[in-house]
């Protein structure tokens, strides 16, 4: 009989983002449990070290595995200051402000980012052009599916946070996987990640055999 311990495994959606996101995501039942994290209301000019303490009260268990994508990314590298890790993992993200795109990072030093038409979030089409680029007619059906969150004090705050962050260096032992085709954190920014070919900011949707296949390992391995 096999008593290894199950392991626990924390899934963290990106920006606005529902759990949903994770619906084609599989894990062998044999060897881990899946928990799906949610954003919570952040409280006014809320920091992420706070925001990270109060989300980790929706973990139950030691020693877990976290994965956050895009923006959740940002969120499980501070949840890892706080909470003891088996592996962290992060999706379509970046490890430090250094990864940022430039025009990010004007945001950030012009405070353009304050402007954000979050007060539109009601209108997923209008919200969507405004976040994710040209390709977006494409997309909007997914959007509207998978972008949950559309309250404008979350939306300003998440915004800000993501533009601002202040992390110089990456974590250590940190799992980065990024797709070369992603146009919102372009690859040409990243450095020591793994490469998904053909992987766009929303892979976890589309390539998500490929999580599938590789996440076991990715996990065990030490």
Request: charged share 20%; proline share 4%.
């Amino acid at each position: 009989m096999d008593n290894t311990p199950i392991i626990h495994v924390y899934f963290m959606p990106g920006m606005a983002a529902s759990s949903k996101i994770f619906e084609n995501i599989s894990l062998p039942k044999n060897q881990f449990q899946i928990h799906l994290l949610e954003w919570i209301s952040p409280s006014e000019n809320e920091s992420l070290t706070s925001y990270a303490s109060r989300l980790a009260a929706h973990i139950k268990h030691e020693n877990i595995v976290l994965l956050g994508v895009s923006f959740g990314g940002v969120i499980v590298q501070e949840l890892s200051k706080i909470i003891k890790l088996k592996k962290l993992i992060i999706v379509s993200s970046v490890k430090s402000k250094n990864e940022l795109p430039k025009r990010m990072k004007f945001a950030r030093n012009t405070k353009i980012y304050k402007l954000a038409p979050t007060k539109l979030a009601g209108n997923i089409e209008k919200l969507s052009k405004y976040a994710f680029g040209k390709q977006v007619n494409k997309r909007i059906e997914l959007y509207k599916k998978y972008l949950s969150v559309n309250d404008e004090r979350y939306l300003n705050w998440a915004i800000e946070n993501m533009v601002c962050w202040n992390q110089v260096e990456p974590q250590s032992k940190l799992v980065h996987i990024h797709g070369d085709a992603d146009t919102v954190f372009p690859i040409k920014n990243i450095q020591n990640c793994t490469v998904i070919k053909g992987g766009t900011h929303v892979m976890i949707l589309n390539k998500y055999r490929w999580f599938n296949k590789h996440l076991p390992y990715i996990i065990l391995k030490d």
